[in-house]
């Protein structure tokens, strides 16, 4: 049996294949001080659900992806290593982040794993090495558990279900805020939480399209 998200709290979404999440997440002494609960969500399913394109199957625009990337973690000040080949399989991380809790410290632990060491999480080697540096010696079995591979597809599922396309992405007072750079965003909001029912925002919410879908 798996269990649901739970709509009501503060979320958080994260894939490890995004260097994005991993630059969101060493910032998280500047979020709000709320409750997030990390939630891990498969990221090519939720491109599939929306019918986007992988931004990596775009050469111009997985070059620049990268180089932004590591232009945010130099403006930071956050180590970053890329791991030896990208976009990878992240179902291993993912799952076994699910096995584990997705505590705070457990997910970091990934994160740097793969974009401070730079190292690759999906292949048998990686993966052994991943698990010894978590200390859990029954990575593999943990991971192979269908109740363990059930509940990641049940938040990509319930991620999709209240709007999530991407990550990292905060789930705050029922609204979506995505991206690194979304931070501010959501710490403005936190704050001023009415400024989200101000007509403007309002006005540009139900903005209408001028296309004629084919």
């Known amino acids: ?18 260097p994005f999440s991993y630059l969101l997440l060493e910032q998280h002494d500047k979020w709000p001080g709320l409750p997030f609960v990390l939630t891990p969500v498969l990221l ?5 659900h929306w019918g986007q394109r992988i931004a990596y199957d775009v050469p111009a625009k997985r070059i620049f992806t990268y180089r932004y990337a590591l232009f945010r973690a130099e403006q930071l000040g956050i180590p970053f290593r890329m791991p030896p080949a990208h976009p990878f399989d992240s179902t291993k991380p993912m799952l076994l982040s699910i096995a584990l809790g997705s505590d ?28 010894e540096k978590l200390n859990v010696p029954n990575g593999q079995e943990l991971i192979e558990r ?9 938040q990509s599922t319930d991620a999709i279900a209240i709007g999530v396309f991407g990550v ?12 690194e750079d979304a931070l501010p965003m959501v710490l403005y909001c936190a704050r001023t939480p009415n400024w989200l029912d101000s007509k403007e925002v309002k006005r540009i919410t139900s903005l209408p399209s001028a296309l004629v879908k084919a």
């Open 168 to 179: 990292p992405t905060f789930w705050l007072n029922k609204q979506l805020f995505w991206g």
């Open 1 to 18: 049996m798996t269990d649901g998200i739970d709509a009501t709290q503060p979320l958080w979404f994260y894939d490890f294949v995004s």
């Open 146 to 154: 269908e109740a363990t591979r059930a509940q990641l597809m049940r």
């Open 104 to 131: 705070l410290q457990t997910v970091r632990e990934i994160f740097r794993f793969i974009w401070r060491d730079g190292r690759d999480p999906s292949s048998a080697d990686g993966f052994a090495a991943l698990c």
């Open 44 to 48: 090519n399913d939720l491109y599939r």
